[in-house]
């Protein structure tokens, strides 16, 4: 009997290790946990995951970190998160909700309420941006090509509040501007990506003449109109023929009309924030104010700019 | 309209598959008697449960509320995993030596019953209850799934039609829900789940064949099940040059004489959204089947022999 089971086994054995690698090929079997990780998990985790059940440890591991969020515990929550993409690796909102943590959560707690004296708080407030967009370059790598994943990497990287934790302001807008181009590419994707791809890829130095070819091409598409996508039109028109457009003729021409233009171009300048492109904004504001008439203490100049506008 | 005289003989002796039949049936009506289906109370209540695991913490700005699909999928599968492989480890455990104490067993093969007809009879009762219970545990889950991807959708459309979104929006937003609901690739997670409930109950019988007790017989098969699942380990730490060649030889028996159960675990990547193409599946039915047959020959070889 043992000698027919060793001999039936060494039959399947090399049959077993090729279907095994065409499961992982097809994306059905994970890769084996890595030691860390059983170590991590404990050992009744770590035969429950082994035992076939790794997603349902993820889920509870998931409920353990929201503790650890409630309480604060930054570190502890970063460490979950690590274990459950270890398990789950597939799963999209764990990596998202990973990033999160650590890229708004703890940020935003070391920023303002933690004990740190004032001159930590801004370094841990930036570690933890930087950890966030670690945890979901790493979630990308893992599932690459992901739209879900990409987009979301590229609305950190433009987002006001955090890329100024990045320092190099063009390679976060360019790595900004890819990651939105990975997603756009994706089948099934949803319009409103290549918008972004475009807004991020219109701020970075010298990208500006890809950046103008790209808003013509969506500006054709009467749904790509939006308020934000007709403001960087205009203002990468501006800023590649100064001297081929008026300013006012322009923003009449894009927008519609005078008042139009005028509401959309004054809140556009208030998002001074966003970085984005203004090459002739100030110019057409200031015509459209004497045209419309707006009085100078009304001047939208006087106004200061807005922290939290969102792009369209 | 006359009836075709069925002979005595043929009646009384039958075919293999009406034998195996008869006894697959008893075999499972004596296990329903055991009231194994109130098992059925508890699942209902984690599936049900698992909708309010919704936690009130990060969603993408895509999220579209999703992820409580896969909380249910994973809560619902991985329960069905444990249910099946622990009534499939137990009820074949209890089998023979309930028929030893009943006298059962004695009255059966005292007449023109083969063992093998016995074994593979008592098996495919386990088997059976395990399909069914399967089967409505999925029932379950899917209307669950089903009724809550239908409220996530209807709130996202909403939503999506209030903001103006376009048709190609919109359409996409939905595939990407309804992606997460039930699907084939799912209901195929959980075939495959039945498979590794069926090796382990054909396992569970070669073991009871030459156990003294329930209990040894239902230890010994759940060490298996765990052990089995570190097989493909086992089988690269062999075919990996740079460990030692004691290190080897264990890996390599451990290969060899265990079952692979890793082999089983693709429900993890579908819960996640993956798709489970038929080809893949096919395989893995016929490496299931191959290893069902297998023990059932073997624990026949162990029978045969037997002295009861």
Redesign the interface.
Known sequence: ?LA???L???V??P???A??D??RG?????A?LAVGTREKLGQTSA?VA???????V??FL??RA?TF?TEARWDDVADTFDTIVEL?P????YW??GA??QA??ASAYYLNDSDLPPLRRDAAWRAAVLKGRAFLERGIRNNPGNP?LN??LG?LLIDHNKFRAFRDPDATFLAAAQAYQTAADAP?????LRRFQLYAMARVAGQQAEALALARQLYQDQ?NRTPTLRCVYFALEMGAYPMLFDPESLAIGLFGSAEKAYATLSNYWLRANDRLPVHGVAEAISALEVQLGIAAEKSVFLLHPVQDAEDE | MSETPVSPTRSASGSHAGRISVIATHTFTQLVRMKVFYFLAVFAVITIGSNF?D?P???????AG??IL??I???S??TM??FSVVFAIVATALLLPKDVEDRTLYTILAKPVPRLDYLAGKLLGVILLVFVSLALMDGLMTAVLQIRCSMILSAQMELAHSRGW?A??I???R?DIVSQGPNVSLQAAVFVVFL?ASIMASLALLVSTFSTSTLFTSIISFMI??IG??Q??A??VF?EAGAGWVTRAIALLV???LP???????????????V??LM?LG??TG?GL?YAV?YVI?SW??VAEKEF
């Open positions: 009997m027919a089971t060793l039936v086994g060494a399947r054995l049959l077993e290790a279907l095994t065409e499961l097809a994306g059905l079997l994970a084996p035969t082994l035992g076939g059940l790794r997603t349902l993820a889920t998931n409920l929201f969020f789950a597939q799963t999209i909102y998202e909700t999160s943590h708004y959560n879900k987009a979301y609305y099934d994707s949803l319009p409103f749904g | 695991f936690l913490q990060h969603a993408g700005p895509e999220a999703t992820n896969n909380s999928k994973s809560w599968v991985g995993t444990l376009s190609a929006e359409a996409s937003l595939n590794r099940y765990f699942h570190f493909a380990d089988r690269g075919l290969a060899l004489v692979d159960f890793h082999l089983f675990n693709e429900f993890d990547a579908v819960i996640q959204g993956q489970f193409p893949l395989e893995i490496i191959f297998f073997a070889f162990i």
